[in-house]
């Protein structure tokens, strides 16, 4: 995974609903409403009602139960984390956290912005 870039901004989905989670067999995808989406195959947690559960690690899936009740969510607003890291909040308290690692391979596509992390 290439490190957060500097210039890193998710400014456009804040207010944007999440739509849909597709599970294919070594990807998640987010569908927000419009044209956006993030491609997932590095480490994606989420964070609600006082628990935290990784749903997607570079080993493979863990608690895919942890995705109920995603679709419908607005995003409130997002944050850089870390060299490797970026998340986002949602209505309810809910938070996604996408964490990559060091490698030969993106961890994240950002749609329609074409950011790779």
């Not at 944007?16 to 480490?43: P, S």
């Amino acid at each position: 995974m290439k490190p957060v870039p500097d210039n890193f901004t998710l400014e456009a989905l804040v207010g944007q609903r999440v739509e849909q989670i597709r599970i294919g067999i070594h990807q998640l995808t987010i569908v927000f409403e419009g044209e956006y989406r993030i491609d997932c195959w590095g480490g994606v947690t989420v964070e609600s009602r006082g628990k935290a559960g990784a749903v997607m690690t570079d080993d493979g899936w863990g608690d895919l139960s942890m995705l109920r009740g995603l679709a419908g969510l607005t995003v409130v607003s997002w944050k850089v984390e870390g060299s490797h890291e970026f998340s986002i909040a949602l209505t309810g308290g809910t938070r996604l956290r996408f964490q990559g690692e060091s490698g030969p391979h993106e961890d994240f596509y950002i749609h329609p912005q074409a950011v790779v992390i």
